[in-house]
């Protein structure tokens, strides 16, 4: 039995022998110089890391806080025209104006509207005579008409929009068709 114990110790021993290398001094100080770097750079990206994660989180919050206040501008400018249909109201409520006078009143209102919706880049969309487009109109109803080419918009059922270029509601309209003779 001791014998075997001899010869595990031995063969331990010569294991140890194995796993150990012999390097020339500037091979040691070389790899110990690379084994600096790779410490320095894995170090430096964690950094990075964690600042880009940070980074990410912050643009996230301040992208939030942007879209809760964005279109606070534009509700400014609404409160306003609520406020002046608010006040057309109450006027023909309380001294009883005349029906031109306060339509006049909701017309400024409407203006004032338009060029608000104008000024943030709001356009209707021009419908009427105008060949049928799927994208900007919608046919709700087609009605028989052989006086226009088939296809045309007759009437604005719902007017469409755009924003900035881009239709945000497209205009329900009643299109023209020809009629079929059998």
Do not use: C
Not at 17 to 41: G, H
Not at 111 to 124: C, D, N, Q, S, V
Request: aromatic share 6%; proline share 2%; no cysteine.
């Amino acid at each position: 039995m001791e014998s075997k114990k001899e010869n595990n110790n031995q063969e331990t021993a010569k294991e140890k022998e194995a796993k150990a290398v012999t390097l020339d001094e500037s091979e040691y100080l070389q790899l110990k110089e690379e084994a600096a770097k790779a410490k320095e750079y894995w170090d430096r990206l964690l950094r990075l890391q964690a600042d880009f994660e940070n980074t990410r989180k912050r643009l996230d919050r301040d992208k939030q806080e942007f879209m809760r206040f964005a279109n606070e501008g534009l509700i400014m400018e609404l409160l306003n025209v609520l406020d002046d249909l608010e006040r057309t109201v109450e006027l023909a409520q309380t001294k009883h104006e005349d029906l031109p006078t306060f339509l006049k009143g909701v017309e400024m209102v409407l203006a004032h509207l338009y060029e608000m919706l104008k000024e943030h880049g709001i356009k209707p969309i021009e419908a009427k005579g105008k060949i049928f487009d799927p994208n900007y109109h919608e046919a709700l109803m087609q009605a028989e008409n052989n006086e226009l080419p088939e296809h045309t918009v007759i009437e604005e059922m719902q007017k469409g929009y755009t924003l900035n270029g881009k239709v945000i509601r497209t205009t329900k309209a009643k299109v023209s068709k020809k009629t079929v003779n059998l």
